[in-house]
């Protein structure tokens, strides 16, 4: 190569040193680089999500003034999923959830506050609910449920609901309220509850998988459809009591709801309504499903006083509503200037005393490490959590807020562990959300109190395992396995062979061994015999109410009705108002940063352009970053990548 005035260039001679202090500068440049570059894009989409949410929030409006001796009705549009655990808590969460597009949803504890400051304020005199957007658990509407009925009934001020759609879930919410409107067009389908459970074990044999089951438990189902057409003897029995008891249970309290002075609504009459299942607007308002057909925008109008934006001069409002305006209940606290949620606390420091919230959410897994989905439940998670409560002083009590199908014996064993530590010193009560059943039962066990919903799935006290093989992979698509090894247990390693009859042996007898172990558990901490607990155990599911009468859980009830239990085991007067104390990771944000760093979920996508334009020796990590949310990505869609082979699955 030439130099400009056409002198060969030399080359330059490059010492050991030399290359380090290149590589060290070229490191520390691109280091340097993509951190600006970083800390300009979310300086930029801080920006954007802030002006967002003042053109969103900030319109004219909602700029209102409540005067003090002022009667005002309330419209509140419910979107989202209700939440089985609590919001990100810090903004540089919340905005990487407002990237992710996912909804923040409705916190039940959050809403109950809110719910009790309209309860208290004389100048609101009725409540608007839209809920067509509402999504969740039966669990999660039914304690949303309880706590429009407390509403109701402590406050004597009418609840009005309405629906765009009408099915199983929002109707039966829907019920608590003094009266129900459906849109004009809106369709209204209760098939009442039921399952749908699919099974594809011939497909898999076809494409020539076999799957081996192993179990402790005539009842634990929950490999059944890997290896069978249809659901067995037992696993049919299970699920029809099931939905015979959920069916009672939503009847029972929908008839109780639609009834009133001048209307009376049997559980028979409701179960019809489940038989038949699909209604025209005309034909629910005919079978008093509903109450009138109107327009969401339409109601204030019709019933109280017309929206503060109308001419309101007109005196057209019945005698018992007039002066009364209606806003939204984000113009309300606006105007009353009322903090959303004030409940949790960081820690306990300090010298008041309280209680814990501790909340259990998702799968059981033996380790979260290095997985930033908080849907999940493991030792190194929870287990913090629990010691925390335990040796903090000013935490008198702990309320231990369970929602898990189960995972692992062994992960399930451990946090179990830690649980009954926490139980032998302090007042431990669970509340159990939409499920808590197999390993979400196993870590309920040694609690003082037990709390359920009427329609929470629990039990399930069994163990299973799986393991996958293929031996027809060879014939079919040229694939064989070959292992190496002098134990007796190759076959059992190997996926291109069967199981030996010693392997099947031994494996059931591991996981009897485990299924012993978790009626041990049990037994110890609701104080039944062994005997007893095989007898509702045996992984078979059950329903809050069945788990009641076999004397699995303490309590029908709610989250609150679990607080106030605790509240008065802690020793605390009734009168007193709560103080619920949170654990606090103290290093949520290194940790937050550093999944960042590392292309995790939420902002992978965003790191993986940003790092298209550093200099050319980023490409290996941006390689990286490309590979690892492709592999995410494959592994949470690709069913057989699930089947791993391996420990007990409670």
Known sequence: MMQPHGQP????????????????????????????????????????????????????????????????????????KILESSPRDTFFQQLLEQLSGEPQGLYLPEFREQIKQLKEDDRVKGLLLDISGLDGSFSAFAELRDLLLRFRQESGKPLLIWLNHARNKNYFL?????????????????????????????????????????RSGTYKSAFEAYVANRPSKATTEMYHALVEDLEASLAEQIAAGRSSASLSVSPQQVISWFRRALFTPDEALANHLIDQT?????????????????????????????????????????????????????????????????????????????????????????GPQLTWAREEENVKGVLLRINSPGGSALASDLIWKDVARLAAVKPLVVSMGAVAASGGYYIAAPAKKIFAGNTTITGSIG??????????????????????????????????????????HLLTRSVDYVYQEFLSRVAEGRSMSRDAVDQVARGRVWTGRQAKELGLVDEIGNLDDALAALWALSGFPADKAWKIYRWEDEQAF?????????????????????????????GELQSMLRKADTWRSSLRQDPIQMLWTGSAVL
């Open 294 to 382: 109107a327009y969401f925008s339409e109601i204030p109008e019709l019933f109280f006083a017309k929206p503060e934006h109308e001419n309101t001069e007109d005196n057209s409002s019945s005698e018992n509503t007039k002066g009364v305006r209606s806003i939204t209940f984000q113009q309300y606290l606006a105007a009353t200037a009322q903090p959303v949620f004030e409940m949790s606390v960081a820690s306990a420091s300090g010298h008041h005393k309280g209680i814990a919230l501790i909340e259990a959410n998702g799968e059981i897994q033996l380790s979260a490490q290095g997985d930033d989905n908080s849907q999940l439940i493991s030792p190194d998670r929870l």
């Open 590 to 618: 290194p940790s937050l940063f550093l999944r960042m760093m590392h292309g995790r979920r939420l902002i992978t996508p965003y790191l993986a352009n940003l790092f298209f334009w550093l200099p050319s020796e980023s």
């Open 463 to 504: 163990v299973i395992g799986m393991i996958p093989k293929v031996p027809r992979f060879e014939q079919k698509y040229g694939v064989s396995f070959h292992s190496f090894s002098r134990s007796d247990r190759s076959s059992l390693l190997n996926p291109g062979s069967h199981m030996s009859d010693e392997d099947r």
């Open 174 to 214: 829907a019920s608590v309220a003094d009266q129900i409107f459906l849109a004009p067009l809106g369709d209204l389908s209760l098939p009442g509850p039921g399952f749908e459970l699919p099974y594809f074990g011939e497909a898999l044999r076809k494409l020539g998988i076999d799957i081996e089951i192993i």
């Open 9 to 80: 260039r030399h080359p330059r001679e490059k010492t050991i040193i030399g290359s380090m202090f290149h590589y060290l500068f070229t490191a520390i440049k691109s280091m340097l680089i993509g951190t600006g570059i970083l800390v300009l894009l979310l300086a930029f989409l801080l920006g954007f999500q802030a002006r967002k949410y003042s053109d969103k929030h900030r319109t004219p409006e909602e700029k209102v003034h409540i005067g003090t001796h002022e009667n005002i009705f309330l419209t509140y549009k419910l979107d989202g």
